[in-house]
C-alpha cells in the first residue's frame, strides 16, 4: 500500500504547485477561470485524458464532500516496486479558493493549486491547470471518443500559454 501511495504522488499526475516540476506555460500570457464553472454539473468521475508530466498514466478523479469537507479522490492504476499493479484511490483534502479554484492538499504535505480552465457546454470535457504552469490537464467523463472536445481543449491550453508540444495524450 505504502509503494501504491509513493507512486501515485511520483506521478505528478495530481495538481502541482510551483514546487513541482517544470513550468509547461509562458508565464507572460493571461489564464484564467471559467466563467461557465457549475460545482453541481462538475461533479462526478473524470478521466485524465492527457497532460504534461511525462509519466502521467490512467487516472481519474472526482470532488467529493465528506463530513471533514471536500476531497479530491484520484483514483489510478499502479505497480509496486514488485510488479505487483492494482487500481488505488487517495482522498486529497481540497479549499475551494473561488469559482473553479482549488487547492489541494498532497501526501507529502505540501499544497497544489488547480484551476478549471475551461468546460464544455455539456460538462463533458474540461481543462485544468494553474498559474505556475507546472500542472495541466484535459478530462473527459469517457476514456475514450469526444474528439473534437479534446482538440477544443488542446486549443485552450494553448490560448493560456502552454506548450502544447509537451502534452502528454494517456492510452
Known sequence: MAAAVMALGACAATPPTAAYGPSYRNPDALIGVTS???A???AGVWYIRAGFDPALGRMAFRMIDT???QVMRLGAFVCDPAGVCGDFSEDLPVTRLGKGQFRARMPDG???DFWVLWV???FRTAVLGNKQGNFGWIVDRSTKGGVD???AATEILDFNGYDISKLKVVK
Open 67 to 69: 463530513h471533514k469537507g
Open 40 to 42: 453541481q454539473k462538475f
Open 120 to 122: 464544455d457546454e455539456g
Open 149 to 151: 472536445r479534446i482538440k
Open 110 to 112: 505540501q499544497d497544489r
Open 36 to 38: 461557465r464553472y457549475n
